[in-house]
């Protein structure tokens, strides 16, 4: 009897364990098929507005490669090669420079709202996001006291950005507030150390045999180790705005301005390795300091302007890059005075330099000889190209897109969400990221551009 109680007592707790599972997966299955229904209402309405196929969702796999310079390679070609999420999120305040990838964090960093008519930003202040790049989650953010205009460079899991803003103290300092060189760590944002300047650090560093090397708004290029402490300082008596040192081997490359001057500077020990005084050619200038200098094959190539009261003259050029001759210029025309950056960086592709500006013509110059091979109308500009899959990719400053073959015709053009700052994308292996000023990180497919 007693056998046949026990007996019926488990084939009671069986059933009723068969219930509980059944119940358990019916509610995982509701939970996941609301969850990929939530991710389908997304994407048909982006799909709707911008009538496009897209990903439902895509995961990555970990890239812990260290990003150690401004767009990741000398010639502003970024492609990094992991797969990325669809997603759309809005972090509300201006994104200016390219977002950065460590381990499974798109790291993005912003310098507060924006005026969206006239593309001032309305105050000093600037956070860092990292963001799960499989889904668009934000895995920690930090605010700061000032604009944060530099991409985040990453060094086995430290992150270093640049505080400053471009304000004027006085006629020599540029940057008002808190300005610094910030270490945080790579896995929860939680700040390592800091270095003050006495004016802004808004171009990205770059990074160089254990030092990090920055020019900076009170006329100084300033090397600093991993503990934030001064390995080299050097006094240039000009300013830089925008222009990021560009590396290669061991010099580093960039501009700067009042006077404008285009440098060559070793990143042993901070001497001059040679420099361009524009100022003593050209009476009145620009730009110089805002364009960040591409490389390939021995020639550095950036731009400046020549200013009238209310317009620029665009011009591109060619540097030896062990001696500092000029090899070439190029006027790439006239338009009125913009806002904030005059000369966005160049890029440089299989023998191709590719530049757009302000005055909205896509030039393709043949680097060796700098004969301009094509060009392409694409309205007012602050962004620079990007290459994939040998198409050229560039946004115009109301945010419309355009798809180039590398013979200059248009392959496909449409409206985005989001406004681009001065090199704004980055590219997976499946995905575009797009990353505008008004603050939208959006994630297109790369099939669609096809």
Known sequence: MKRKLVVIIMLILIFLLIIILHSFSSLLY????????SYSSISKEIR??????IYEISFTSPYDKNTTLFEGSPSHVYFIPIKAGFFILNVTTAIIVPPSVYHCLLLVTTS??????????????????????????????????NQIMTQPIVINCIVIIGLGNNIFQNCHVRGTGDNA????????GKILWEYKTLGEDMPTPAFYDGKIIEANGNGQVIALNLDGE?????????????????????????????????????????KTAWYINFSSIYPSLGGLDDSSPAYCNGVVVSAYTIRTNVSI????????????????????????????????????????????????????????????????????TVDNPEIYEGKIIIQNASGYLFVLSSEGYLIKGFQTPVMPGPGNMLLTCNSLILVGVNGIVD???????T
């Open 230 to 270: 001064v390995c080299w300082c050097k006094n240039i008596t000009s300013y830089d705005s925008m222009s990021s040192p560009l590396l290669v081997n061991d010099v580093v490359y960039f501009g700067s301005a009042n006077p404008y001057v285009f440098w060559a500077i070793n990143a042993t020990n901070g």
């Open 30 to 37: 509701y939970h996941n098929n609301q969850r990929q229904s």
């Open 313 to 380: 003259k665009e011009i591109l050029f060619a540097v030896n890059a062990t001696s500092g001759k000029i090899l070439w210029c190029i006027d790439e025309g006239c338009t009125k005075i913009p806002p904030n950056l005059e000369s966005p960086p160049p890029t440089i592709f299989d023998g191709v330099v590719y530049h757009d500006s302000p005055v909205g013509i896509l030039y393709a110059v043949n680097l060796t000889s700098g004969k301009i091979i094509w060009t392409f109308n694409t309205g007012f």
């Open 112 to 145: 507060g709202p924006m005026n969206l008519a006239n593309r001032q930003l309305c105050s000093c202040q600037g956070c860092v996001y990292a963001i799960n790049i499989s889904n668009g989650e934000i895995v920690w953010f930090e605010k700061f006291n």
């Open 181 to 188: 060189i910030i270490a945080l760590n790579a896995t929860n």
């Open 443 to 449: 994630s297109l497919p790369l099939y669609c551009l």
């Open 48 to 53: 709707n507005m911008y009538n496009l196929t």
